[in-house]
């Protein structure tokens, strides 16, 4: 059941690439609560993806853009406005890959030119996306930019390798430029530290079975999912949260606050 809580709200959603994307649970939830909004992801994402499908369910244009590219977002924001008729209102940025890990080079040895392309992608993106919102003053007051973070920027977690380093930098980034939004524009910046969850990317992370498991076993009320996740950021968008800007936010059944369930240890016991 919808609430309307972002009706007559405008927003852009980074990194639909098939059902299994929180991004595409985010689509579907924004449109259900009243929005109107843009797809966008790289022109090799919309051609594996099945973006275009979502894009005939949500009534939005598909526009493809690196968000690694000042220019493609130049254009894309453009166009966004174009299509909306007026400023932004919400943004997820839901972008991130390391070829490390793709590639399965542990820590120790990274390699530095993937290192270079995982925080570009993963992190650098963001800023890159916020400064082109704020040379353009693209964003209505009380606005919402939204990120999805994970809690290996704050622990270690075996397999996750560089992708901590880029998921430390892109909550930096969220606090450093939602001060700025905030004072200047009223926008509210803020990252969702979301429970490891099994979409196409997250899968990618070697022993992610175990991983979801065990955290599953950990968390008190257990992982969370796409699907609620997406509700979370729909609360982040919308009204009820004007007051909530720089934080990293956890959404992950309690997991991050928890040292060792019962659960847990006799799943490391069997």
């Known amino acids: 059941m919808g609430y309307n809580l972002l009706k007559g709200k405008r927003g852009i959603i980074f990194g639909a690439l098939n059902s299994s994307s929180i991004a595409w649970k985010v689509a579907e939830h924004a449109v259900a609560e009243g929005a109107e909004i843009v797809l966008t992801n790289t022109p090799?994402?919309?051609?594996m993806g099945e973006i275009n499908h979502l894009a005939?369910?949500?009534?939005?244009?598909?526009?493809?853009?690196?968000?690694?590219?000042?220019?493609?977002?130049?254009s894309l924001i453009?166009?966004?406005?174009?299509?909306?008729?007026?400023?932004?209102?919400?943004?997820?940025?839901?972008?991130?890959m390391s070829p490390n890990v793709r590639k399965s080079i542990p820590y120790q040895q990274l390699?530095?030119?993937?290192?270079?392309?995982?925080?570009?992608?993963?992190?650098?993106?963001?800023?890159?996306?916020?400064?082109?919102?704020?040379?353009?003053?693209?964003?209505?007051e009380w606005g919402s930019i939204v990120a999805l973070s994970y809690l290996a920027a704050q622990r270690t977690f075996v397999g996750y390798?560089?992708?901590?380093?880029?998921?430390?930098?892109?909550?930096?980034i969220a606090r450093?430029?939602?001060?700025?939004?905030?004072?200047?524009?009223?926008?509210?910046?803020?990252?969702?530290?979301?429970?490891?969850t099994p979409t196409t990317a997250g899968m990618g992370v070697a022993g992610m079975d175990?991983?979801?498991?065990?955290?599953?076993?950990?968390?008190?009320?257990?992982?969370?999912?796409?699907?609620?996740?997406?509700?979370?950021?729909?609360?982040?968008?919308?009204?009820?949260?004007?007051?909530?800007?720089?934080?990293?936010?956890?959404?992950?059944?309690g997991f991050s606050s928890m040292g060792l369930s019962e659960e847990a240890f006799n799943l490391l016991a069997k």
């Not at 453009?78 to 991130?96: R, T």
């Not at 524009?185 to 490891?196: A, D, E, G, H, Y």
Request: with cysteine.
């Open 210 to 253: 175990s991983m979801l498991r065990f955290a599953d076993a950990m968390s008190p009320l257990g992982n969370a999912s796409a699907e609620e996740c997406a509700d979370y950021c729909v609360t982040l968008f919308s009204d009820l949260t004007r007051k909530v800007t720089m934080q990293n936010l956890y959404h992950d059944g």
């Open 111 to 140: 390699n530095y030119t993937f290192l270079d392309k995982t925080l570009d992608i993963s992190a650098l993106s963001f800023h890159k996306l916020m400064q082109v919102l704020y040379n353009k003053q693209a964003m209505n």
């Open 176 to 196: 450093s430029f939602g001060s700025i939004f905030g004072k200047e524009f009223k926008v509210r910046v803020n990252t969702i530290s979301q429970s490891p």
């Open 78 to 96: 453009d166009q966004a406005m174009e299509h909306f008729g007026g400023k932004i209102d919400f943004v997820l940025h839901s972008v991130g």
């Open 44 to 47: 090799v994402s919309l051609r």
């Open 56 to 74: 005939e369910v949500c009534n939005a244009p598909v526009i493809a853009a690196d968000a690694t590219s000042v220019e493609d977002l130049e």
């Open 161 to 172: 390798g560089d992708m901590a380093d880029a998921k430390a930098l892109l909550e930096s």
